[in-house]
């Protein structure tokens, strides 16, 4: 199927930078959709960016200005690029990607997840 393998969290001061990359491997056809999404504790996973195949991006509120979503298709990468980092940003992190890949049966759409990268942003 398909694996996201996200990277690039950690701890960061309020007011700071972060660049999360997500990188998807397996036996891929074609990529469509690709996403980030945030948990905070105790709370639903919400969306934090989304962007095409063909890169058109979509941002709540809550980050529009402060975040940047972006792809390589060539290497199956999404990134998010995460400026003026609030407290309320801290959160795990996941990876999503709507994908067609194949197996010995043939062609299977499918969404995936990655395991989270945690980002803590300390006031």
């Known amino acids: 199927q398909v694996r996201l393998v996200e990277s690039g969290g950690g701890l960061v001061q309020a007011g700071g930078s972060l660049r999360l990359s997500c990188a998807a491997s397996g036996s891929i056809f074609r990529i469509d959709d690709m996403g980030w999404y945030r948990q905070a504790p105790g709370k639903q996973r919400d969306l934090v960016a989304e962007?095409?195949?063909?890169?058109?991006?979509n941002y709540p509120d809550s980050v529009k200005g402060r975040f940047t979503i972006s792809r390589d298709n060539a290497k199956n990468t999404v990134y998010l690029q995460m400026n003026s980092l609030k407290p309320e940003d801290t959160a795990d992190y996941y990876c999503n990607a709507q994908a067609l890949y194949m197996d010995y049966m043939g062609a299977h759409t499918g969404e995936f997840w990655g395991k989270g990268t945690l980002v803590t942003v300390s006031s």
């Open positions: 962007i095409t195949a063909g890169g058109s991006t």
